[in-house]
């Protein structure tokens, strides 16, 4: 018997309107469709994807443990690649739902990881959620020799000043609690009056402020920060 494929699906970040026509199309052709959900929470990805959802279809849901222990992460992604294992060699394909785009930070990785080389891997890139970000925000990326730096809030602070300090425009991902920590290095750079924070962009909560006048030391979990185009 063949195995079944892997298809890794970005379904963007929160619009239904931003799904690409190849997610739809590998989301309507798969029986079964496979998404995570932090523990007790409904999945935000099947959310993104519900009106291609029809009663065909198989759906595989795994919750996350949310508390920050690596080995109890690390159990839950081996469970879940076996699970899908299970599927593959059954023959089925399984299509794994990923908010934005599957390669970037997505949960979708950790299941690569595990199955890669054993079984056809297809990806469908997602828009992801700086450039949505920016799209509502009508922020310049990049242009000629520019640099755009996608960064993660918990990067180490000496790392983090350095890439930013290079960068000339960038998206700061995961802010959740490094309010504090990411105003005082923007302000430090003299980047800080510039930039924008962006929370759920693309659903029906979706907040944008100026990131100086957050006074939250929390912003959500799904918020990044634009750092706007050096000055010429
Ligand atoms: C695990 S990463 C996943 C990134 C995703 N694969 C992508 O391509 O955007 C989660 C982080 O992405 C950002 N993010 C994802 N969706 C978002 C949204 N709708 N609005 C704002 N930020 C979002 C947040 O910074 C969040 O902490």
Do not use: N
């Not at 065909?56 to 949310?66: K, V």
Request: proline share 6%; aromatic share 6%.
């Amino acid at each position: 018997m063949t195995a079944g494929r892997l298809i890794g699906v970005g379904v963007g970040p929160g619009d239904p309107l931003l799904l690409t026509l190849r997610a739809v199309a590998a989301i309507e052709g798969t029986r079964r469709v496979a998404y995570l959900a932090a523990e007790g929470q409904p999945s935000l990805a099947r959310a993104v994807v519900r009106a291609h959802l029809t009663p065909d279809h198989e759906e595989m849901p795994f919750e996350a443990p949310m508390r920050d222990d690596a080995g109890a992460l690390a159990a839950f992604y081996d469970g879940a690649a076996a699970t899908i294992a299970g599927c593959l060699d059954a023959g089925d394909d399984v299509a794994l739902l990923c908010l934005g785009d599957p390669l970037l930070y997505g949960t979708f990785v950790y299941v690569l990881d595990r199955l890669r080389g054993r079984y056809g891997v297809e990806i469908v890139p997602g828009i992801t959620s700086a450039a949505a970000a920016a799209a509502r925000t009508a922020r310049v990326l990049a242009r000629r020799k520019d640099g755009f730096a996608i960064l993660p809030a918990m990067m180490e602070e000496p790392r983090l000043r350095a890439a930013l300090a290079a960068a000339d425009a960038g998206a700061i991902l995961k802010v959740g609690g490094r309010v504090r920590r990411l105003q005082a290095l923007l302000k430090d750079l003299g980047r800080l009056d510039d930039a924008l924070l962006v929370a759920w962009v693309g659903w029906p909560e979706e907040t944008i402020v100026p990131f100086r006048d957050w006074t939250d030391p929390e912003a959500p979990y799904f918020s990044l920060v634009l750092v706007g185009e050096r000055p010429a």
